[in-house]
Structures are given as structure tokens and as C-alpha cells.
């Protein structure tokens, strides 16, 4: 057999070695010894917290949220905490000629958050995601309204997959007892 085929199956095998990505829930990194998974965020079902909220708008928020971290399963004696600080506006982007009625406007959630160990405070990591999402006005007072509420809805459950994506990981480095990445 020649040499160059026993080298480019090695050669995958070590590049491979290098990989980090997993799942964010399911099974993570497995024991190099025992060859049983090592414990991941999905044990964290229900022991992740998320901040009470205070507006409407960071309770749509913070609802989404709490179960993409969750699951179903309700909060006990949480070991982590995510501090929410939501805001919402709306932004006016076409008006009508001469009326100066708005007929297209946008809706943005941003949120600011910080994941903490409950037990002694300590901050794992921190940042801050958005969501935007377009709507059209109506002369119709009750379709606006709806028009509005639907557009920061969808906003809101889409900054609540943002900030799940952002927060996993932090806690499955946490429960890896690897160090703490700088986040945004």
C-alpha cells in the first residue's frame, strides 16, 4: 500500500480533531475514556432563568425565550440567569404624498443581555442582539394596530432565537469547564 494512502485518511482524522462546532441542545462532546456523552446544556432544562419583565414588549420577549432554554419544563432553583433589557420603537419608512401619513414602517426589538451564575453572581457573558421586521399602515385604525403588534410578535420571537443562539453557548462552555469567550 502506498504511502499516500495511509496519509490522506490521517490527514482527515486530524483535521477533524480540530472541529468545535456541536449541537447547541442533544448530544455534545463525548468522553475520550468512557466514550459516554459528557453532560451538556440539556441538562439545564429548567435551571435557566430569564429577568422579569417590564414592558409588554419584553415580555414577548422573554416568553420565547424561556422556552427555547427550557424547553417545557418550568423554572426551579435556577443556576443561571439571563438579564433582559428590551426596547422597541418604530421607524416610519414611506409616507404618503401630501397627507404625510405613514404607509410602511418597521419594527425593531433590541435587547441587551448578561448571563450569570446565580450562586455567586459571576458574569459569564454579555451582548446585544436585534430584530427588525417591516409592516404596512392602514387609514384603518384597528388594522394598524394589528399591523404593529403582529410586526413586533414576529420581532420578538426572532430576537428570542437570536438570543438563544447567543446564550447556549456560553452556558455549554460554562458546564465544560472551558473559559469564557469574549461576546457581543
Known amino acids: 500500500m502506498s504511502s ?26 463525548v468522553s475520550p475514556v468512557t466514550g459516554q456523552p459528557l453532560a451538556g446544556v440539556e441538562t439545564l432544562s429548567g435551571r435557566i432563568a ?6 409588554r414588549t419584553a415580555q414577548v420577549v422573554r416568553n420565547p425565550l424561556l422556552f427555547r432554554l427550557n424547553g417545557a419544563t418550568p423554572v426551579r432553583e435556577p443556576l443561571y440567569e439571563v438579564v433582559l433589557d428590551v426596547s422597541g420603537f418604530e421607524q416610519d419608512v414611506s409616507v404618503q404624498g401630501g397627507s404625510g401619513v ?5 419594527y425593531r426589538i433590541q435587547a441587551s443581555y448578561t448571563v450569570r451564575r446565580v450562586s455567586d453572581g459571576a458574569v459569564l457573558g454579555s451582548g446585544t442582539r436585534f430584530s ?3 409592516y404596512d399602515r392602514s387609514e384603518q385604525l384597528f388594522a394598524a394596530d394589528r ?3 403582529d410586526a413586533r410578535d414576529k420581532s420578538a420571537a426572532e430576537l428570542a432565537d437570536r438570543l438563544a443562539v447567543a446564550v447556549l453557548p456560553i452556558l455549554r462552555r460554562e458546564i465544560e469547564g472551558q473559559p469564557a469567550l469574549a461576546t457581543n
Not at 495511509?6 to 462546532?21: D, E, I, K, M, N
Not at 405613514?102 to 418597521?106: D, H, Y
Open 50 to 55: 430569564v429577568s422579569e419583565a417590564g414592558s
Open 147 to 149: 399591523a404593529l403588534i
Open 102 to 106: 405613514p404607509t410602511a414602517s418597521l
Open 4 to 29: 499516500s494512502k495511509l496519509f490522506l485518511p490521517l490527514l482527515a482524522v486530524l483535521a477533524l480533531a480540530g472541529c468545535t462546532a456541536a449541537p447547541l441542545h442533544g448530544q455534545g462532546p
Open 132 to 134: 427588525t421586521a417591516p
